[in-house]
């Protein structure tokens, strides 16, 4: 079966990024409080990877300046998460963000 591209507005793509940052943030908060599994850095990683996938749609439609302001949030939220795995002992080479 043939595959279709489904793309999204970027209003649409936007609002994910958005809903899906905010859930990260918050598992950071969270975990930076309580402590994580490895299990956990990994989902949270792949969480952003999703959010680094929704920029990508946003690249082609000559939106630039915009999608580089959010490759930097991503980017902070990458930083972020790869301190509180450093902080609680947990091996950060096995998170893949790319």
């Given amino acids: 079966m043939a595959r279709r591209l489904f793309r999204c ?3 649409d793509v936007l609002s994910a990024f958005r809903i899906v ?3 990260i943030r918050n598992k ?3 975990y930076a409080k309580t402590g ?3 299990r956990e850095a990994y989902e949270l990683a792949g969480r952003i990877r999703e959010q680094r996938e ?7 439609r000559r939106n630039i300046k915009h999608a ?3 490759m930097r949030l991503n ?5 972020r998460l790869v301190s509180i795995v450093e902080r609680a002992g947990l091996n950060k080479d096995v998170l893949i963000f790319r």
Avoid at 54 to 60: A, G, K, N, V, W
């Fill in 28 to 30: 950071c908060h969270r």
């Fill in 75 to 79: 980017s902070r939220l990458r930083k």
């Fill in 68 to 70: 580089r302001r959010l």
């Fill in 54 to 60: 929704l920029i990508r749609q946003l690249t082609d």
């Fill in 21 to 23: 940052g905010q859930e």
């Fill in 36 to 38: 994580l599994t490895q």
């Fill in 9 to 11: 507005s970027p209003v």
